[in-house]
């Protein structure tokens, strides 16, 4: 029997870059990754494709390698780094050699993927840190929990009636005192791997930065990334501003990274990993009179506001903080060792995995056991028209949370892909081909697809037929002439991605007139299979710089100018945003051209009032124009009386994009 501890922890997701070195480890243990091994088993690493930067690593070779000059302390790279690997893509069972094969990408500049982490990963796939209390076996997922003690939480819930207190002076006392308690240590708790580890001591450093972000008392410069506490004091500033009532007061909530319900696709020993699984998850939360922590009932639609834009922008915050990639790539070894554990690979590919299970070594790293609380105190001025004002206090408590990497593989989790056999074979074989081009088109696109609401689809004209690709899977969606079969796919795609609400087709090789002719085939086609499913297209924009920055999540409005004739019953406007593509800000004019000055203005009305509360948002160029212009044609809008161009400078080079077709006067278009 076999029993999983319940836990407030945080679930761990994956996510990552990998990459791959054909130079020897020190000592010489290993050889380069275009050498055979001279015992017929396959070089350690081999890269696939160097444009690509795919890569495989071989686990028994690795084995061989550790065992070698792990006791010397002479192994290098890539031993220690797992062949140089940045990402993890998936695995491939090699019969002919007795092998696990990870491929993955080893892009040049990401952080390096670490041997140590694999194994802990794998160890506690394997359930090797559980522990038996009688007939009954106990463990857990990895994952972490740093919460207050409960004297600590019963001392601030009464410190928080008494800032509710009648005069100014027993307030600012009660308010110094509430400071000084939120600051008292947290506990630490690390679960399913060593707490002294380099594992176990990434995801507490990355949660606890969560907390600090979430409660205001650090901060990114990152567009759309906006605190927990923030976001209250504009809600109760924008309802002051409107004369609406308004209530301020304390709360709590946990947060806590973790997975999605990851969605392989599988064929006869191969497996793919998806590529995107950290999410952060929220919970009110309090405490009963003994200071015991538990999740109560209703909701923070701040605390959720708050998630749903971290886990939108959680790319772009690793970025920005690298504990956050580390983070990623942990959840995404589990994600893999967790798979080959369901699908028994060491037991299909007659591999031994002992080295990694109980010699490997693991090199300790001090996790601390206890962390200085927090506080994060906002206030503002409401002038009223009596004498003196009133001052409102919003409170923002410590909250709790923390890691859990609960990713649990079912069977109904693999979906079979046909095209993934053929990647095996060239995997394995370096005399058979691999299909590149569909790697990096799901690649691409899987980048791409952070929204929630949205997927995209590459759509592209070959002649004789259309092949269509997503960031789902290896391979065409479909492939053919028929609009209704495509689009068939399309909205089953949609269906397996719960709250999708739009489908981004990025349409590739289309003269003008046929783009117009798909695109409206394509809308009627899936307007009879799914009515609430928006269709948007663009031409001409995959695989160019300028794609990155209008996928790029969070935005930030810079101005907006009122529509202005520029020809003979033309009028234009324009919104201008900018966005955060890598280390810079980039600006990007998203320009509205029509015959409606009324229109425009109605639209770039609806454009600011996305920003009505704060300035930034966690979405794209891309999804924000879209869901004006859906909210437009919903009003009645002519929005088909319209021509929408994104413009701008990147990489040293002006950029625009047309985003819909009113045969307006060629004068107004740029050049």
């Known amino acids: 029997m076999i029993l999983r501890p319940s836990s407030a922890c ?14 020897p480890t020190g000592g010489g243990a290993v050889q380069g990754a275009s050498e055979p091994q001279q015992d017929g088993h396959r070089a350690a690493v081999r890269t696939v494709d160097p444009a690509l930067h795919l890569c495989t690593l071989s686990l028994r070779q690795l084995a061989l390698d550790l065992g070698a000059c792990a006791p010397a302390g002479s192994c290098g ?3 220690l780094a797992f062949g140089g690997l940045t990402r993890v893509m998936g695995y491939v069972i090699d019969r002919s050699h007795h092998d696990v094969v990870v491929y993955g990408l080893a892009e040049p500049g990401a952080a390096r993927i670490r041997t140590e982490d694999f194994v802990v990963a794998l160890r506690s796939s394997w359930h090797l840190y559980g522990s038996r209390r009688g007939d009954t076996f106990f463990y857990s997922d990895p994952g972490c929990d740093i919460r207050p ?47 002294d ?26 567009p759309g990334m906006v605190s927990v506490a923030d976001l209250e004091l504009a809600r109760l500033q924008a309802g002051l501003r409107q004369g609406a009532p308004v209530r301020a007061g304390a709360h709590m909530n946990r947060f806590w990274l973790t997975s999605g319900t990851p969605a392989y696709q599988a064929a006869d020993g191969i497996v793919w990993l998806p590529h995107r699984v950290v ?125 859990d990497m609960a990713i649990e593989p079912s069977a109904g989790q693999f979906q079979d892909s046909g095209e993934l056999a053929t990647l095996r074979d060239g995997l394995l074989d370096p005399a058979q081909a691999v299909p590149i081009d569909s790697v990096r088109e799901s690649l691409r696109l899987a980048n791409l697809d952070q929204e929630e609401s949205s997927i995209t689809v590459t759509v592209q004209d070959h002649g004789t037929q259309f092949r269509t690709y997503t960031g789902d899977r290896v391979g065409p969606l479909y492939e053919g002439l028929d609009a209704r079969k495509l689009m068939t796919e399309v909205q089953q795609l949609a269906k397996s991605h719960p709250g999708v609400q739009t489908v981004n087709l990025e349409l590739e090789g289309f003269t003008p007139k046929k783009a117009a002719r798909f695109e409206k085939t394509s809308r009627g086609e899936l307007e009879l299979l799914q009515p609430n499913l928006r269709v948007r297209t663009l031409r001409d924009i995959a695989g160019t710089p300028f794609e990155r920055v209008l996928y790029s999540p969070g935005i930030q409005l810079v101005k907006i ?34 015959r409606s000055a009324t229109v425009i203005d109605d639209l770039l009305a609806q454009f600011g009032a996305q920003f009505s509360v704060v300035d930034s948002l966690p979405e794209n160029v891309i999804d924000l124009t879209g869901r004006v212009l859906a909210q437009a044609d919903a009003l009645g809008r002519s929005i088909h009386q319209l021509e929408i161009y994104f413009e701008g400078q990147y990489d040293n080079q002006k950029h625009h994009f047309q985003f819909g077709d009113a045969n307006l006067p060629r004068e107004v278009v740029p050049a």
């Open 197 to 222: 580890s380099e594992f176990g001591r990434a995801m507490v450093t990355a949660d606890y930065d969560m907390k600090r972000l979430a409660d205001g008392t650090d901060q990114l410069a990152q």
């Open 149 to 195: 003690t409960p004297d600590t939480m019963s001392e601030l819930q009464e410190l928080g009636r008494e800032v509710a207190a009648p005069t100014a002076a027993a307030q600012e006392e009660a308010l110094h005192r509430w400071q000084d308690t939120c600051q008292l240590p947290q506990r630490v708790s690390v679960l399913g791997v060593p707490v």
């Open 77 to 79: 790279e890539p031993a």
């Open 561 to 594: 100018d009122r529509a202005q004739v520029v020809a003979r019953e033309v009028w234009q406007g324009a919104v201008t945003l900018a966005v955060r593509v890598g280390d810079a800000m980039v600006q990007v004019a998203v320009r509205i051209v029509g």
């Open 279 to 403: 999410q952060v998850r929220t919970h009110t939360t309090g405490a009963d009179a003994q200071g015991n922590l538990a999740d109560t009932t209703g909701n923070d639609p701040q605390a959720e506001e708050f998630a749903g834009r971290f886990t939108r922008l959680y790319d772009q915050v690793a970025a920005l903080r690298p504990v956050y990639r580390r983070l990623g790539n942990l959840f995404q070894l589990f994600s893999l060792t967790q798979a080959m554990r369901f699908r028994e690979a060491d037991r299909r590919a007659g591999v031994d995995l002992e080295y990694f299970l109980h010699t490997a070594p693991v090199a300790e790293a001090e996790t601390p056991r206890e962390l200085p609380g927090r506080f994060a105190v906002k206030k503002f001025k409401r002038e009223q028209s009596v004498a003196g004002g009133k001052e409102i206090l919003q409170l923002w408590l410590p909250s709790c949370g923390g890691v």
């Open 10 to 23: 945080l679930s761990f997701a994956l996510a990552f870059a990998l990459g791959c070195s054909d130079a």
